[in-house]
């Protein structure tokens, strides 16, 4: 149980981490704070099945911003050159 706990503890960090850049108006506090709400509305799970689909989840959720962030710079080297 504490090897998922390290595990859910290290995702919710880095998305809080990616969290720092989200765009948007307060879209960085906006993506923390429904960070922290989904992750505080399963902090009760008990089941380690239920656990790993939440993590891989969150897991996606990541790929997808980090991703989001991505794109951003593409976009913005690509209008710097046009």
Do not use: W
Not at 62 to 76: G, I, M, T
């Amino acid at each position: 149980m504490s090897e998922l706990r390290s595990k859910v503890l290290q995702l919710y960090k880095h998305l809080q981490y990616l969290g720092r850049e989200y765009p948007g108006t307060n879209g960085a506090e906006k993506f923390r704070k429904k960070c922290h709400n989904a992750f505080m509305a399963n902090k009760d799970e008990k089941d380690p099945r239920k656990i790993k689909a939440l993590l891989a989840q969150g897991r996606y959720v990541a790929k997808e911003v980090e991703a989001l962030y991505s794109l951003r710079k593409y976009r913005a080297m690509k209008k710097r050159y046009e």
